[in-house]
C-alpha cells in the first residue's frame, strides 16, 4: 500500500515475457475515428477525422491517427465475444457492483485487457499512416444527422461526415507482456490469437458508421518477436523474429 491506495495487481511485478508484434494494416474501407467535439470549432465539416500533429525529417505534419485505445475496445469486444461463446465468464465493464468484485477476482478478459485493479497485458499503441503526409486522403459524405441520446436517425437533418479514403498503410504495434501466447492450455493466449487471426484474415471494423461497412481494418503483413530473461539477459527468442502468418497457423 502506498498513500493508502493498493498498487496495482498486474502482471508487471515481474519479467516474463514480451511480444513485440509489427505490422502494416490497411483500411479496405472509408474510415471515420472522430474527434472530440471541442476540438470541432474550426472544423468546415460537421464530423472530422482525428488527427495529429507530428514531426518528420525534420517538418510538422498533420496526419490522421487511430488512438490505440480504439483498437483495443475492438480487440478486447471481439475477445470477450469469443470467451463467452466458449463458456467464459465475463464481467460487463458498465456494472459498477460487479466491477468491486473484478479488481480482486477478475474475468479472463480483464486478466488480459486489464482494468481498474489490474495493469494489461496487452498494450496497443497509436496508429498512424506508413507515409508522409499526403494530400487528398479524406474524403467527405453527406449522412442523417444521429440523434444524440436516442441513437435514432433524425431525418430531414443532415450532416458531413469526414473519412479517411481506403487504400492508407499504417504502422500498427502491440506489445504482450506476461502472457504466453504459444502455451497450448492457455484459452487467454488462444482467444487473444484468434482475435489476431480475425484481423490478419478478415479485418476488423473500427471508428464510426460500421453499419455502412466503414472502417474494415485489415492486417496485412507483420512479425512477431519474443523476448524472455535468460540469466539475467534480456533475449530475443525467435532469431531476428517469426512472419506473423506463419507463427499464427499453428494455434
Ligand atoms: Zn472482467
Known amino acids: 500500500m502506498i498513500g493508502g491506495v493498493k498498487l496495482l495487481n498486474g502482471p508487471f511485478s515481474e519479467f516474463k515475457n514480451l511480444y513485440v508484434i509489427k505490422g502494416i494494416a490497411v483500411n479496405r474501407t472509408i474510415l471515420h475515428i472522430g474527434t472530440p467535439e471541442t476540438a470541432q470549432l474550426e472544423a468546415t465539416v460537421d464530423n472530422p477525422v482525428l488527427r495529429l500533429r507530428m514531426i518528420r525529417d525534420g517538418r510538422v505534419v498533420e496526419v490522421p491517427v487511430i488512438p490505440g485505445s480504439s483498437i483495443k475496445g475492438v480487440f478486447r469486444s471481439f475477445f470477450e465475444k469469443i470467451a463467452r461463446s466458449s463458456g467464459e465468464r465475463v464481467c460487463n465493464i458498465f456494472d459498477v457492483e460487479q466491477q468491486k468484485e473484478e479488481k480482486t477476482n477478475p474475468c479472463i478478459a480483464c486478466r488480459v485487457f486489464g482494468n481498474q485493479g489490474q495493469a ?23 449522412g ?108
Open 144 to 251: 442523417v444527422s444521429i440523434d444524440r441520446f436516442f441513437g435514432s436517425q433524425r431525418p430531414g437533418l443532415l450532416r458531413t461526415d469526414e473519412y479517411v479514403i481506403p487504400g492508407l498503410k499504417w504502422n500498427v504495434e502491440i506489445r504482450v507482456f506476461n502472457l504466453d501466447l504459444e502455451d497450448e492450455n492457455s484459452k487467454e493466449a488462444r482467444f487473444f490469437k484468434h482475435v489476431l487471426k480475425i484481423f490478419m484474415e478478415e479485418g476488423l471494423q473500427i471508428g464510426g458508421r460500421k453499419s455502412i461497412g466503414s472502417g474494415v481494418f485489415t492486417l496485412v503483413d507483420g512479425t512477431v518477436k519474443k523476448f524472455v530473461l535468460e540469466n539475467g539477459e534480456l533475449k530475443e527468442v525467435f532469431g531476428g523474429g517469426k512472419k506473423l502468418s506463419e507463427w499464427l497457423s499453428w494455434g
Open 120 to 142: 494489461s497485458r496487452v498494450h496497443f499503441f497509436d496508429v498512424m499512416p506508413v507515409e508522409e503526409s499526403m494530400s487528398s486522403l479524406y474524403t467527405v459524405r453527406t
